[in-house]
């Protein structure tokens, strides 16, 4: 059976794999962690649903993960911890972080944000893995089939 995380989970073994060999993430491999968490939040809908997740309505700004979840009102089925991690992600404007000379691209390569990348790490496998256990429960399946927009 084919696993239906598994593009999420390639990512957080590319996010790993830098790493482990540098001890810091690079600004486009830091952003792959915001789209794993996005592409684990499209599988649960998906699944869920039947539906595709509608990532151009408005109540789902790009490269937020974080916001969907609560948009979807599924944050309360994520561990405090995730929920943490997400908020952080959020802020972090990865997407934004690719380009240097915007603010979030020198926050990210800053001295200061050390600490930063492991966090990404661990969090976007905390966030996947927990989201791949929410499949399994029907409250969840019931929220996002209540949240689904025109």
């Known amino acids: 059976m084919k696993d239906i995380f598994h593009e999420p989970k390639a990512t957080i073994a590319t996010l790993k794999r830098e790493f482990t060999a540098v001890s810091s ?9 915001t ?9 649960l809908y998906r699944e869920s649903t039947g539906s ?3 990532y151009q309505h408005q109540l789902y700004p790009r490269h ?8 979807l009102g599924i944050e309360g089925h994520y561990s405090s911890e995730t929920q943490a991690f997400l908020k952080k992600l959020d802020g972090y404007s990865l997407d934004k972080a690719r380009y240097s000379g915007t603010e979030a691209f020198g926050q ?5 944000a050390a600490n ?3 966090g990404i790490v661990v969090g976007t496998e ?7 256990q929410l499949c399994q429960e029907p409250k969840v399946a019931a929220l996002l089939k209540a949240a689904i927009k025109p």
């Open 108 to 112: 990210h390569t800053s001295e200061g």
């Open 64 to 71: 937020k993960p974080g916001q969907w979840i609560m948009s």
């Open 52 to 54: 595709e997740f509608p």
């Open 35 to 43: 789209v794993a968490c996005e592409e684990a939040v499209r599988v």
């Open 25 to 33: 993430l690079n600004v486009t491999t830091a952003f792959s962690a």
């Open 116 to 118: 930063r990348s492991r």
């Open 126 to 132: 905390l966030f996947v893995t927990e989201t791949e």
